[in-house]
């Protein structure tokens, strides 16, 4: 699975 | 960050603005669908859990605060304020079967299985549909306000603009999120005949008819 790339779009 | 997200989080702003606006100061919520108002609640509510735990820059937890403010104070002008004028009538799609098909697909199809990213998956897939009971209701009454197709351009602008913007960061970044672009190309189709409408009719001065 993907790692935890960060989320940084509304 | 890069200009078409830029301006497709304004537009996405402005359309909540838009909104806000017209429903205070006409006080009537007439031809607004608080169903749909209600999903994009649910929408910023599940997207944002992370608001408080993490940090992206103050652009993103700012504009994660004025869509939750703006998202619960419509919903209180549209069932608490001025609920006398709410079109229970014609705002009748039922939520449900937009929420629990998001719920279990996100349960089925995200990058990886754990609570905020599923919920996260779930608002994704949630926020696709969001405008359905909106343009349902416009369909059932077969005419919008002026007022109310700006709001949907704007807010149909929004996600298509992101869609440049993940073809752009695919360009420049190799970076990209396939269950946002399906769902956003998804959600952006939606507005398509909209889209038609407000080009060929409303930019001419003309009422938004849609053939009911």
């Keep these: 699975s993907k790692r935890n790339k960060q989320k940084d779009e509304l | 960050m890069n200009i078409?997200?830029?301006?497709?989080?304004?537009?996405?702003?402005i359309a909540i603005?838009?909104?806000?606006?017209?429903?205070?100061?006409?006080r009537s919520c007439a031809g607004i669908s608080g169903k749909s108002q209600v999903l994009f609640a649910?929408?910023?509510?599940?997207?944002y859990l992370d608001l408080v735990t993490s940090y992206v820059s103050i652009y993103n937890t700012f504009m994660k605060f004025v869509f939750l403010a703006t998202s619960y104070a419509t919903i209180y002008l549209i069932y608490v304020k001025f609920k006398a004028t709410y079109d229970h009538n014609h705002d009748t799609f039922r939520i449900?079967?937009?929420i629990l098909p998001s719920l279990a697909l996100a349960l089925l199809i995200n990058h990886y299985f754990n609570f905020l990213e599923v919920l996260w998956t779930f608002s994704i897939y949630l926020e696709s549909v969001a405008i359905l009971p909106q343009l349902f209701m416009v369909s059932?009454?077969?005419?919008?306000?002026?007022i109310t197709s700006h709001y949907l351009f704007a807010l149909g602008s929004y996600r298509a603009l992101y869609i440049?913007?993940?073809?752009?960061?695919?360009?420049t970044e190799g970076h990209y999120d396939l269950i946002a672009i399906v769902a956003g190309v998804?959600?952006?189709?939606?507005?398509c005949?909209?889209?038609y409408l407000y080009i060929t009719k409303v930019l001419k001065g003309k009422k938004l008819q849609l053939p009911a």
């Design chain 2, 193 to 195: 005949d909209f889209f």
């Design chain 2, 164 to 171: 440049l913007n993940w073809i752009y960061r695919y360009a």
């Design chain 2, 17 to 26: 603005i838009i909104l806000l606006h017209k429903i205070w100061k006409s």
């Design chain 2, 96 to 98: 449900e079967f937009l």
């Design chain 2, 186 to 191: 998804v959600q952006t189709v939606l507005y």
């Design chain 2, 42 to 47: 649910l929408v910023y509510t599940t997207r």
């Design chain 2, 4 to 13: 078409f997200r830029l301006t497709g989080d304004l537009a996405h702003l």
């Design chain 2, 140 to 146: 059932k009454t077969g005419e919008a306000e002026s």
